[in-house]
């Protein structure tokens, strides 16, 4: 069993930053990567980011260039650096760890919310 831990979220006005963090604990292990999704109100969650344990990272085109993802496999733990923030980056944000690849599904944090707003 896998706990995410999420912590960062607010509200920021437009162009402003934030950063989110998720620190997993408990059974961690064949992770393929981490990531994070989110889901605004009344839209269909999507990916935002992904970096494997290896450092290859994938983006959502309409955050790339704006948003970095990193991760510290000693603390297993998953950052997501987010600047030049827009209104439609609104949303819950969930963290995930992806361990499909060895059959153990994906393990999702309580999610935290992100407003831009003036």
């Known amino acids: 069993q896998v706990q995410l831990v999420e912590s960062g979220g607010g509200l920021v006005q437009p162009g402003g930053s934030l950063g989110l963090s998720c620190a997993a604990s408990g059974t961690i292990s064949n992770v393929f990567a981490m990531g994070w999704y989110r889901q605004a109100p009344g839209k269909q969650r999507e990916l935002v980011a992904t970096i494997t344990g290896g450092g290859s990272t994938n983006y959502l085109d309409s955050v790339k260039g704006r948003f970095t993802i990193s991760r510290d496999n000693a603390k297993n733990t998953v950052y997501l650096q987010m600047n030049s923030l827009k209104p439609e980056d609104t949303a819950v944000y969930y963290c995930?760890?992806?361990?499909?690849?060895?059959?153990?599904?994906?393990?999702w944090g309580q999610g935290t919310q992100v407003t831009v707003s003036s």
């Open positions: 995930i760890v992806d361990r499909r690849r060895y059959g153990l599904g994906l393990s």
